[in-house]
């Protein structure tokens, strides 16, 4: 690069991707400067109220889990999911989740037995994002830039020249990078100008989204059921969800609109479908701390780089946010890439180990997005028994029906071991494929292997330590006792790769081979026996994208 740069890295946008991209890059001893329009610690808007376990584990790596753990919802506070004909009304089936106080011990609920040092987190963004924020601005080789605009970029083969100025347009000027990322959200001006574009389903459904605060209403709800996270309502006035943001009062009520209402959403009486939701009469008084009214999308870019230049999050991918997945997608993408940026910046790795970012993550986004469209649509349509809401028998009947019903659709977003664990990367370059077939990739069911491209399943070493832990920043081998792994070694120190061996006394079943590679992020590259010399010059070869 002619000049010395200002950074080895530029983002743009500091949500909660571009401040986790910052953050591992800092790990890696790369500089990072962050571009961001709103002012230091400015919460966002009331959203995304899920961190999930694998999320959880990348947080525990960065030293950051503890405090994101302890933030949002009191210690004591139950994360369930409730099913009621509305807020104050008639329970019909639960979901439960521990509150985070009790997350390490506690045995009753569907996540409860996951294999992971980090269950999910249930936190809104407007208390996870000032966290990540504290944490990038007192992290080394992290510059942040607030009340500033990017305007565009330029590119050469040495690296990218982006101009900025203030909020107001004043102080133009111009920063250097090597690379840049472009975690600026659903309306990223990185993606438009690298000409990527999104295709998909414009137009789900529309949504009133408002946030309320209203600390008596809980003196209004059954006190034979606990509290819950969420809440989803449904009766014949109104369809709707409910998160508790605070557990003292602060709520973010969603009301769905029918397609028919979608046709004209002003005309939806905004606090008429809140009543209906909570269930409350005209003389209930509730104070309103913001509203947006939405559009539930799935869209996928049809690319995530151009050349030095690539986008994360929201700025390649929108859908419907059930599953939570969104946000957690998004820093999925981001610390895949810059996994491969900090490989490459270190000089271990050659340019092409980038090909994989796209070749890995679009593929999975897309999986998602699908995922999530289909579950709202089966939402959307709820069919409602007409006995729901009558006394005796036959309502009691209906309601039992369909507490069963929703509580068995809804499982497996709220419990998404697929989503967090499932995934595997089939067609990347710098995987080592062995002819084996990855399990099948659902939303709900997760199914441990060692397939190459898969997630190398967790295990407590005899120490009780998280194999997790162990993971160096590089490639780790998790070896069987006795397992030679010395030509590997030499092989990766000869091109400066970080390298280390894990060896277990007693390896799991799902670990077929004496030798299974694993990078960091958790990601099987390659599995069997101790390689020759050339094997593994050849294997080491492919890794660091020199192929």
């Not at 990527?196 to 946030?211: E, F, I, K, M, R």
């Not at 897309?366 to 009558?390: I, N, R």
């Not at 067609?427 to 939303?443: C, F, K, L, N």
Request: proline content about 7%.
């Amino acid at each position: 690069m002619t000049g010395m740069p200002d950074a080895d890295v530029l983002i743009i946008g500091a949500g909660p991707v571009g401040l986790l991209a910052a953050l591992d890059l800092s790990s890696r001893g790369v500089s990072a400067i962050v571009v961001e329009t709103r002012d230091f610690l400015e919460p966002p808007n009331v959203k995304c109220n899920h961190v999930a376990s694998r999320t959880m584990e990348s947080l525990r790596r960065l030293g950051i889990a503890a405090e994101v753990r302890a933030a949002g919802l009191p210690a004591d506070y139950p994360q369930d999911v409730a099913f009621r004909t509305s807020l104050t009304g008639i329970e019909l089936s639960r979901i439960p989740i521990p509150a985070s106080g009790e997350r390490y011990t506690a045995t009753v609920g569907p996540d409860t037995t996951w294999a992971t040092p980090e269950p999910p987190h249930r936190i809104n963004q407007t208390f996870l994002e000032p966290i990540l924020a504290r944490r990038a601005a007192a992290a080394p080789g992290v510059t942040l830039l607030n009340r500033t605009r990017f305007h565009s970029f330029a590119q050469d083969e040495d690296g990218v020249t982006a101009t900025i100025s203030d909020l107001d347009g004043e102080n133009e000027r111009t920063l250097r990078a090597r690379y840049l990322i472009g975690a600026d959200g659903g309306r990223s001006a990185v993606r438009k100008q690298i000409g990527a574009t999104l295709s998909g389903d414009p137009v789900l459904q529309h949504v009133q989204s408002t946030c309320i605060r209203a600390p008596h209403l809980y003196g209004l709800m059954s006190a034979e059921e606990p509290r819950a996270w969420g809440y989803y309502t449904f009766n014949p006035r109104r369809v709707g969800h409910v998160y508790a943001i605070d557990g003292t009062g602060t709520f973010l009520v969603h009301t769905y609109l029918s397609p028919e209402e979608a046709e004209d959403p002003g005309s939806v009486d905004r606090d008429a479908a809140i009543r209906a939701i909570l269930g409350v009469e005209e003389d209930f008084s509730y104070e309103v701390v913001s509203k947006e009214d939405w559009v539930a999308r799935r869209l996928l870019a049809d690319r995530f780089r151009d050349g030095r230049v690539f986008i994360a999050g929201d700025a390649c991918h929108l859908w419907v946010p059930f599953a939570g997945f969104g946000m957690n997608a998004g820093i999925a993408d981001v610390l895949n890439l810059t996994w491969l940026l900090g490989a490459r910046i270190a000089g271990w790795a050659e340019e092409r180990i980038l090909e994989a970012y796209q070749a890995e993550r679009r593929p999975i986004t897309e999986q998602v997005s699908h995922f999530a469209m289909s579950h709202q649509q089966k939402l959307a349509k709820p069919g409602l028994p007409a006995a729901l809401e009558e006394e005796g028998a036959e309502g009691d009947d209906a309601r039992r029906a369909f507490g069963v019903a929703v509580h068995d659709l809804n499982e497996p977003q709220f419990a998404a071991a697929g989503l967090n664990y499932g995934y595997s990367y089939d067609a990347s370059p710098i995987i080592r494929y062995d002819g084996g077939t990855a399990p099948g990739y659902t939303m709900g069911t997760y199914s441990p292997s060692t397939v190459p491209g898969c997630r190398a399943p967790h295990l407590r070493l005899e120490d009780g330590a998280s194999l997790y832990d162990l993971l160096s920043p590089g490639y780790t081998a998790v070896c069987a006792r006795g397992a030679q792994v010395d030509v590997l070694a030499a092989a990766a120190e000869l091109r400066g790769i970080p390298f280390s061996a894990v060896e277990v006394a007693r390896l799991p079943a799902e670990y077929e081979h004496p030798i299974t590679l694993v990078r960091q992020d958790q990601t099987v590259v390659w599995r069997g026996a101790a390689p020759t010399a050339p094997e593994a010059a050849a294997l080491w070869e492919l890794l660091r994208g020199a192929v």
